[in-house]
């Protein structure tokens, strides 16, 4: 890009620090969210869906047979 005067400078240069703002704000919010992810709770609510469902097909197949 070409630029004309300082003033087109500056602004292209504060249009980029604002952007590299937001991309910073927002790998701090998939920071969080991973983070969050992987907290012992949410494995063991994982965990907990995941043999509730397991259960009712078993039952479903003991009732069918």
Do not use: C, T
């Amino acid at each position: 890009m070409q630029y004309n005067s300082f003033k087109e400078i500056e602004l292209d240069l504060k249009r980029l620090s604002l952007q590299r703002q937001i991309l910073v704000e927002e790998l701090k919010q998939q920071k969080h969210n991973v983070a969050e992810d992987l907290k012992p709770y949410n494995w063991v609510n994982w965990v907990l869906k995941f043999a509730r469902k397991y259960g009712a097909l078993m039952l479903i197949k003991k009732i069918f047979k």
